[in-house]
């Protein structure tokens, strides 16, 4: 069955930097394209950065362009997103999301604060 399991979560203060990670498994994941969504405390579920089966293709929301980077690694069934310049604004449970199968991970907390 399809599993999506995202770590990497933390406390991080404003300026800093965290790299999520999502493992997946029950599916053949070089195939699929991939999503990292969030969802802050009282607002709905944004799509943040989204990522093509090979990695060659990339959107970003346009709150996180030039912050944040997707990439993954076919091989070990890994998503990542990497966040830098991180502000309060970021705060907010981070899931991985494989569209084709409409199924989401249980999310990871972003914090950012001082």
């Known amino acids: 069955q399809v599993q999506l399991v995202e770590s990497g979560g933390g406390l991080v203060q404003p300026g800093g930097s965290l790299r999520l990670s999502c493992t997946a498994s029950?599916?053949?994941?070089?195939?699929?394209?991939m999503t990292w969504y969030r969802q802050a405390p009282g607002k709905e579920r944004e799509l943040v950065a989204s990522i093509s089966s090979t990695g060659g293709s990339t959107y970003y929301a346009e709150s996180v362009k030039g912050r944040f980077t997707v990439s993954r690694d076919n091989a070990q069934k890994q998503l990542y997103l990497q966040m830098n310049s991180l502000k309060p604004d970021d705060t907010a449970v981070y899931y991985c999301?494989?569209?084709?199968?409409?199924?989401w991970g249980q999310g990871t907390q972003v914090t950012v604060s001082s």
């Open positions: 999301y494989t569209p084709k199968f409409e199924y």
């Open positions: 029950g599916f053949t994941f070089h195939w699929e394209s």
